[in-house]
């Protein structure tokens, strides 16, 4: 019985009496002046977070207090904490507990007040936010109360002390959703209220960093600029032990690179890069992989086999089309650069310096291998031509970002210029080969303007466009008919006025219902329908029409003439009888086989007979022409049969030895044939033993010959189950 309660009491004792214990005392300033309403709290420094329950937890209007413990505690020693709500700073005092207490008179110190609201880029209030203050003098100050409330609110006190002073706000929850503060509040005298503090909205990046055999990357450093190139500073941007990232960025767009920022010895490794990220949610950017690097040296010449220093690079992943992160992009004054490269396939894109003479830039594709230094050699920058211009609208407005492309005029070959595109001003300027080419102007989509086409322009000297105004989109849509019948196929082309030349979107094939849609600029047009090749009829031409908002235009051509009808195909052994009815007095009429004009008949005949080679399906068309118009097709499609001869199981045309063994190795299921018909020997309808004994005893000079076919390849004139289809 002892033994029992000495175990269950093996601890200390105090620890289960519930505590009523009173502590008292009274607050005062450093005149001694009652300070009123100061919060009280007590605090077990061995468990902090657990909370220690009073009543009576804060000041009279005399500076006097009497807190009743609610909870209970163990006997020892406890943290009393006094948090003004007037200009002094809290105070923190150790107190030994066994009892009530009274600790007689705090003095809190006076101090200054920094107060002030946190709201969200969305002007919402922000809540517990955490508030950090440092001095010039006395570094990171102790605060209490240093969240903001649910209105955002935040009142903190500091050491009147005057000096400079930051504040910095930070959001600590588990799933941040703003990006740190830091405010200089200058030099403090006093009371100070900040105002409305700002906190931009921000989303986690988090993903996986590995090197190039999929191995984690532990302390890699991640890095994010602003699209002016600036850098901004990132909070516990490193990857872990495991490679991981889990970084708190700013809502917006940014570049994101990731790299390795401390040397390993005989190490390097080439930087990951993300450009115009849009960061407006949290992002998983997956796995990230920073490769070991390999140096390419080389030297960058003019024509003239002159050094150029300043020429820059740029590199990409060549299966990807990903960007690869330079540190180091420009040419010395010897002309000379050292890349870091991943080794496989890479793109270099080489740009001459600037200012200076007209150069043309240039790709390079190279497989570097996993080995370091790699000289390349020289690249030639050869001498260009300037091509310059600027788009506006009717109105005179900028149009940016319009899609420029050039094509060599001789032979309609894309060229495949760098830099050629307007940029956001709305300017362009490409440099190119000296020769004839055809421009596209194409704008963003979305602008309503309809692209432009500049045909055989000449670039053999710096050439300006001066100002291009790129015309209001507007559509052609329509039917082309015959009749009233659609007449799908037909070419509609728009051919500018001014120049005579159809642009590449100035042409269109109509639909099978006859419909079809041209997407122009407004102006002059000729328009122009083509009827399928074959039909005879003429062009329908509308010349010299404005349009200046979208048109609908029909096309409608005389009628195809009449058809032939009543056609009738039938197989007669290995002829095909047509016959069929004129639908007019034709000119003539084509008989067409599988596609192809087989015969052209006088346009009064009603009847062809045709013997095409071969067995299977064969299609018959009949047109006829009338005053050089063609009817619509008619047609119909018949099943040829496979020729055979008696007993020849081979189908070789030849009856041997062989042919009775094919009967035998069908009959005890070892052989497929070809033709069944074929190995019915006696013609019964059958395959049976007979048919071989009939082949061997003919084969052998004593037996009958075999009924038809035979021995000319023919069809079974006797009509059975068996056939060769």
């Not at 505590?19 to 009123?36: C, E, K, L, M, R």
């Not at 122009?520 to 031409?541: C, H, K, Q, R, Y």
């Not at 052209?600 to 006829?624: C, H, I, N």
């Not at 076919?709 to 056939?723: E, K, R």
Request: aromatic share 8%; net charge negative.
């Amino acid at each position: 019985m002892f033994t029992f309660l000495a175990v269950l009491f093996n601890g200390d004792l105090s620890t289960i009496h519930a505590q009523t214990w009173v502590i008292t005392g009274n607050v005062t300033d450093a005149a001694g002046g009652p300070i009123p309403a100061v919060d009280i709290d007590l605090v077990d420094p061995l468990n902090p977070a657990l909370p220690i329950l009073l009543s009576g937890d804060s000041t009279d209007l005399n500076g006097n207090f009497s807190a009743t413990i609610q909870s209970s505690i163990a006997i020892g020693e406890y943290l009393l904490q006094f948090e003004p709500t007037s200009a002094h700073l809290s105070e923190e005092i150790t107190i030994s507990l066994n009892g009530n207490l009274d600790i007689g008179t705090v003095a809190l110190a006076t101090g200054w007040l920094l107060s002030g609201q946190v709201l969200n880029s969305d002007g919402l209030a922000m809540s517990g936010i955490d508030i950090d203050i440092r001095s010039d003098q006395s570094g990171w100050l102790d605060l209490v109360g240093d969240v903001t409330n649910p209105q955002g609110f935040f009142t903190v006190a500091i050491p009147a002390i005057i000096d400079e002073y930051r504040i910095t706000f930070s959001d600590t929850a588990l799933n941040p959703t703003v990006f740190p503060t830091e405010i200089d509040l200058g030099l403090l005298f006093g009371n100070t209220n900040t105002g409305v503090v700002t906190m931009d909205l921000a989303h986690t990046l988090t993903g996986l960093v590995i090197d190039e055999n999929g191995i984690p990357l532990p302390g890699i450093d991640m890095n994010a600029y602003d699209l002016s190139g600036a850098p901004l500073d990132l909070f516990n941007d490193d990857t872990n032990a495991s490679g991981i990232f889990n970084v708190l960025v700013p809502q917006g767009t940014w570049e994101i690179r990731h790299r390795l920022v401390s040397p390993i010895a005989g190490e390097e490794r080439v930087p990951h890069v993300v450009n115009n990220l849009i960061v407006s949610s949290n992002i998983d950017m997956g796995t990230v992989v920073v490769p070991l690097g390999y140096h390419l040296l080389g030297t960058v010449l003019s024509s003239t086999s002159t050094p150029l220093e300043g020429a820059t690079f740029d590199a990409e992943y060549t299966t990807t089309t990903n960007p690869i992160y330079l540190s180091s992009d420009v040419t010395n004054a010897a002309g000379e650069f050292d890349l870091l490269l991943p080794a496989g396939l890479v793109t270099l894109e080489v740009d001459p310096p600037l200012p200076g003479p007209v150069r043309i830039s240039k790709r390079v594709h190279i497989d570097l291998p996993s080995s370091s230094p790699i000289n390349l050699g020289s690249i030639l920058l050869e001498d260009g031509i300037n091509v310059t211009g600027s788009f506006t609208n009717s109105l005179g407005s900028s149009i940016p970002l319009v899609d420029v492309e050039f094509y060599r005029t001789a032979n309609g070959q894309l060229y495949d210029t760098l830099h050629e595109n307007g940029n956001v001003d709305g300017d362009f300027s490409a440099v190119v080969y000296a020769d004839d080419y055809n421009l596209t102007l194409t704008p963003p989509v979305g602008s309503n303007l309809a692209p432009k086409y500049i045909y055989n322009l000449p670039c053999y000297t710096q050439t300006s466009l001066g100002t291009i105004v790129l015309d209001t989109a507007v559509s052609v849509t329509g039917i082309v008919l015959t009749a009233l019948s659609p007449l799908p196929g037909t070419l509609i082309e728009a051919t500018n006025a001014s120049n005579g030349v159809v642009p590449p979107w100035g042409s269109t094939l109509s639909n099978a219902d006859g419909t079809y849609q041209l997407n122009l600029g407004s102006g002059v047009w000729t328009l122009t329908a083509t009827a399928p090749i074959g039909t005879g009829l003429p062009n329908e031409v509308i010349p010299n029409i404005t349009i200046d908002s979208n048109l609908s235009q029909d096309f409608q051509f005389p009628s195809l003439s009449d058809s032939i009808f009543n056609l009738n195909c039938a197989v007669n052994t290995q002829d095909v009888n047509l016959t069929w009815e004129n639908g007019t007095t034709y000119d003539w009429i084509q008989v067409i086989r599988n596609g192809l004009l087989i015969s052209t008949l006088a346009g009064t005949e009603t009847s062809f007979v045709d013997t095409p080679s071969g067995s299977g399906s064969v299609e018959y068309s009949l047109r006829g022409v009338a005053f050089g118009i063609f009817s619509e097709p008619t047609n119909c499609i018949v099943d040829l049969p496979i020729l055979f001869v008696r007993c020849d199981s081979d189908m070789n045309s030849v009856l041997t030895i062989s042919d009775a063994i094919n009967m035998l190795g069908y009959l005890f299921s070892s052989t497929n044939p070809i033709c069944l018909d074929a190995l019915d020997c006696n013609d019964s309808g059958s395959i049976n033993i007979a048919d071989p004994v009939l082949l061997l005893d003919l084969l052998f000079g004593t037996g009958p010959l075999p009924p038809m076919p035979y021995p000319a390849p023919g069809v079974d004139p006797t009509p059975d189950s068996i056939n060769c289809i």
